[in-house]
Antibody, heavy 116, light 111 residues
């Protein structure tokens, strides 16, 4: 069974950088059959795709966030990470990591609040 | 532009069946989608991948009460023998080489 677990701070100050890590167990992030990515859900709203990384480290980003995003991977730790710079209150959301493929898997989510 | 559209809400009675619809944008009728369920106060759960020919692959542990079908640009999630725990938000998602998009979700109420 593949499991994904998000970790990182639950509170980030405005203008600072939000950094999250997703630790994967039960499967390798080097598996070429799958993509790995991040999704967020602002309070009371729907799911929004943030970005994706593949087994070789190639990334795709949501155009509306691209200038502030970095997604990277550490195959030795079987982890991938998200960095969002210059955060504002609009970045307050539950952040999920996920494996895209058939089947897909989701992490349980981590709530991040941007506030001073 | 790649998009998927869902109705905001649906309702059906306990024990009945319901069909939720996800519509692909013009020019994208051959695209596969995935369906995901989000129960109240929980994270999303993968239900199935649904191809343009209607073939679908359910996730681990997803009962066969959940099935999918396709017609043109429409992708359907059919839930039979509705149970109270099926009351949830349902999201479809599609993708191409560079982006992934979610629909706005359908809130299903079980009466």
């Amino acid at each position: 069974q593949v499991r994904l677990q998000e970790s990182g701070p639950g509170l980030v100050k405005p203008s600072e950088t939000l950094s999250l890590t997703c630790t994967v167990s039960g499967g390798s992030i080097s598996d070429s059959n799958y993509y790995w990515g991040w999704v967020r859900q602002p309070p009371g709203k729907g799911l929004a795709w943030i970005g994706t990384i593949n087994y070789g480290g190639a990334t795709d980003y949501n155009p509306s966030l691209k200038s502030r995003l970095t997604i990277s991977m550490d195959t030795s730790q079987n982890q991938f990470s998200l960095s969002v710079t210059s955060v504002t209150a609009a970045d307050t959301a539950v952040y999920y990591c996920a494996r895209w493929g058939s089947p897909s898997y989701w992490g349980q989510g981590i709530r991040v609040n941007v506030s001073s | 532009q790649l998009m998927v559209t869902q109705s905001p809400s649906a309702s059906a009675s306990l024990g009945a069946s319901v069909t939720l619809t996800c519509t692909l944008s013009s020019g994208h009728s051959s695209y596969a989608i995935t369906w995901h369920q989000q129960q109240p106060e929980k994270g999303p759960r993968f239900l199935m991948k649904l191809d343009s020919d209607g073939s679908h692959t359910r996730g681990a542990g997803i009962p066969d009460r959940f099935s999918g079908s396709s017609s043109g640009a429409e992708r359907y999630l059919i839930i039979s023998s509705l149970q109270s725990e099926d009351e949830a938000d349902y999201y479809c998602q599609t993708w191409d080489s560079f982006i992934r998009v979610f629909g706005g979700g359908t809130k299903l109420t079980v009466l």
